[in-house]
């Protein structure tokens, strides 16, 4: 199925290949000579064949950055590597080699045409992502299930398609199969696809493509559920609130109690439990509601930011481009005059007022420049207050609140503790008591080992509460650094892009001066 290249040898595709292939392309005149004297050539080429030139493995073409055309076919390649730098590719065509995978490829957006005809490929794969692909061409394969073509409806602009010379080719219906999962084809196996051949497959595959419908709906209504969790389980991250809306911060400090569930059974802990649980739930609900209300706060504050930011930066360069089109103006007059004259003290004169003009530029520029730093780091202090403030507000909501569960937690220790002392005394007079786990019983047989069961666990569960609580409040004060630090860097330590360009005015002085020598 494969091309064979007769007697011929199979070679690497080395450097000199490339090389060879590349000047066979490359204009012939002394332009040519020079760009590939000067080696910037392979970055600007847009297509190279390297067909029939017996090719083991694709190699050496890092450089071909812009390449839009590649030819590989009618080689021994075996596989499909050393490509997926080639992001601008449109064309790519790899018949008539020994490839049995395809892989490789993803990276490759752009592609419009992939021809992999006449290869050892059983299943078509890795080309989910192509989603620019309008050609594909992967006849005289090992292809052999009819269902695995459907992967290439994820491919909406495919409209040609080859699959001609396949083993399921040879099914029955294997066109109107095609047609009917393809509606959007237009030319199948060298072949345009009929209205009525269209027609006729709509019909005899409906209820299976309806069921195809009917799982991507689905399939697309999970992942639109998905993607809103994820959104939101973030939304949470950022407001330092997560796992706070329910349950989770009271059963993490049961989780690891091993006592917890044999003290349940003794009469009166589980009430206990239950109210001390519906109480914790409700002081993480407080906290996690106040939190997003508090995120949104600070981050309409940012935007403020950002936008008072623009305005400023909008006014400088408003009053920036203005200075210097007035001095465009005039100074384009002056060097006129210089490139016209020739008496040497005039000459001189000439270019110390083209200097005083730059110096004067120069220094209203750099006044300029000096407000709008003094100005961007004004509204940063300000910033920084504000959001310094509304951290500090929120750090003691959050600790007011802890305080009260952690006086939730000391009230449940004490309460609990009653009942396990009152236990042990009835244990210990030999009373019966009922509803009580044998393993309840066993425990308060032994007073330390229920008191020890009992410290233990608070000390458990203050550590869960102390855990979370100091997790948000280095969280938000953690963020609040990284934010101001972040702004000032970027904001404080720009080069003003007007220094380049009196830079190439005194460049332009100093050269008028050289040419007076």
């Not at 078509?124 to 090992?142: K, M, R, S, V, Y």
């Not at 052999?144 to 491919?155: A, G, K, M, S, W």
């Not at 504050?301 to 006014?315: H, M, P």
């Not at 997790?471 to 004060?477: I, K, P, R, Y």
């Amino acid at each position: 199925m494969s091309w064979q290249c007769g007697a011929a040898q199979p070679i690497l595709m080395d450097e000199e290949v490339v090389r060879r292939a590349v000047d066979e392309q490359t204009p012939k005149d002394q332009a040519g000579r020079i760009t590939r004297a000067e080696g910037v050539l392979f970055k600007e080429v847009l297509t190279i064949r390297l067909d029939f030139k017996y090719i083991l493995k694709i190699d050496n073409l890092w450089d071909f950055t812009s390449l839009t055309r590649l030819y590989l076919n009618n080689n021994f390649i075996k596989k499909i590597a050393g490509v997926d730098h080639l992001v601008n590719l449109t064309w790519l065509n790899l018949s008539f080699n020994r490839i049995e995978k395809i892989e490789g490829l993803a990276s490759l957006r752009k592609l419009e045409l992939l021809n992999l005809s006449n290869n050892r490929i059983s299943v078509i794969e890795n080309i989910d992502q192509l989603d620019a692909l309008t050609h594909f061409g992967i006849a005289n394969n090992f292809l052999e299930q009819l269902d695995n073509v459907l992967c290439l409806r994820v491919i909406k602009k495919l409209f040609t398609l080859n699959l001609s010379g396949n083993p399921l080719s040879k099914e029955e219906d294997y066109s109107l199969f095609i047609a009917a999962f393809f509606p959007n084809l237009r030319c199948m196996d060298y072949r345009l696809i009929s209205e009525e051949t269209k027609k006729e497959a709509s019909i005899k595959y409906f209820g299976a493509i309806e069921k195809i419908r009917q799982d991507q709906m689905q399939k697309q209504q999970a992942d639109e559920a998905e993607q809103s969790q994820r959104a939101e389980l973030q939304l949470h991250r950022d407001a330092f609130v997560e796992l706070l809306n329910g349950s989770h911060l009271f059963k993490s400090m049961f989780k690891d109690d091993p006592e917890a569930e044999t003290l349940q059974s003794v009469t009166g802990v589980a009430d206990l439990l239950k109210t001390f649980e519906q109480e914790m739930v409700e002081l993480c609900e407080q906290v996690f509601e106040i939190g997003l209300v508090e995120h949104k706060q600070r981050e309409a504050e940012v935007n403020s930011f950002l936008s008072g930011r623009t305005k400023i930066v909008t006014d400088h360069q408003k009053k920036a481009s203005q200075i210097l089109t007035e001095f465009e103006d005039r100074h384009h007059g002056r060097t006129w005059e210089l490139q016209h004259l020739s008496e040497q003290d005039t000459l001189q004169v000439k270019v110390g007022h083209c200097n005083d003009a730059i110096n004067q530029l120069s220094a209203s520029l750099m006044s300029l420049e000096l407000r709008l730093h003094k100005q961007v780091e004004d509204i940063i202090k300000e910033l920084d207050i504000n959001i310094s403030d509304m951290v500090g507000h929120f750090t003691e909501i959050v600790q007011g609140i802890f305080a009260q569960c952690r006086d939730l937690e000391d009230n449940y220790h004490r309460n609990v503790g009653d009942i396990a002392l009152a236990t042990l005394d009835k244990v210990a007079s030999g009373s019966v008591i009922k509803d009580m786990s044998g393993d309840a019983r066993w425990l308060f047989t032994n007073r330390s080992m229920v008191m020890d069961a009992l410290a233990t666990a608070h000390d458990n569960h203050l550590m869960k509460i102390n855990d979370k609580e100091t997790q948000m409040v280095a969280g938000v004060s953690a963020w609040k650094v990284s934010l101001i630090k972040g702004i000032q860097n970027k904001e404080l330590k720009q080069n003003p892009a007007t220094l380049k360009y009196i830079e190439y005015l005194w460049e332009q002085m100093e050269e008028f001066q050289l040419q007076d020598l």
